[in-house]
């Protein structure tokens, strides 16, 4: 897909500012009406000509009144991979501590050393999930789900281009054809 000039190829796909309003949204918190940019759906104050974030100037992307729906499945897709990496990083936190309580146990059958195997277990298994889910996972999930992203939003705008090519500014629509 050839990249605009006003692109910026490596900013993220949403703007710290729409990462929020989305959060809110999928919570129930946030309704979906405000003005948003008509390329990346970064919210927009009334008075803004051009997004903050992609730069594209509302005379060329009118700005939309809702973010559509495809963009907010989006949303809801990377939250879901992100956590699905961060938990599965926090089980194989959680089976490595069990590992280490197996290998101990084989150590000695004094009563004493199967109490300390045990408190082991516990600090070990919590210790080791909550450095590999929160942070090994979280670095890992992030990165992998703004990739997919990355990918889906590549085939969004694609599908997007021939509704907000050529339209006239101040056209009001949701921006795109299928
Ligand atoms: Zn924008």
Redesign the pocket.
């Known amino acids: 897909m050839p990249t605009q000039a006003s692109n910026a190829p490596e900013a993220p796909v949403f703007?710290p500012r729409l990462d929020e309003v989305l959060a809110e949204m999928i919570k129930g918190q946030a309704p979906n009406r405000g003005r948003f940019?008509g390329?990346?759906?970064?919210p927009l104050a009334e008075e803004r000509r051009m997004?903050p974030?992609?730069s594209?100037a509302t005379s060329d992307r009118p700005p939309v009144d809702r973010v559509p729906a495809e963009v907010i499945a989006m949303f809801r897709a990377l939250r879901r991979r992100e956590s699905i990496v961060v938990n599965s990083f926090a089980f194989l936190g959680l089976f490595l501590g069990v590992a280490l309580f197996l290998g101990l146990f084989l150590v000695s059958d004094a009563l004493w050393w199967r109490i300390v195997d045990i408190i082991i277990l516990v600090v070990a298994s919590r210790l080791f999930a909550a450095i590999l889910g929160g942070g090994l996972g979280d670095e890992v999930g992030y990165r992998f789900a703004r990739r997919r992203l990355a990918r889906e939003w590549r085939a969004f705008a694609e599908t997007r281009e021939p509704g907000t090519r050529n339209r006239k500014p101040g056209t009001k629509d949701q921006g795109r054809v299928v």
């Open positions: 703007s940019c390329n990346c759906y970064t997004c974030h992609c594209a």
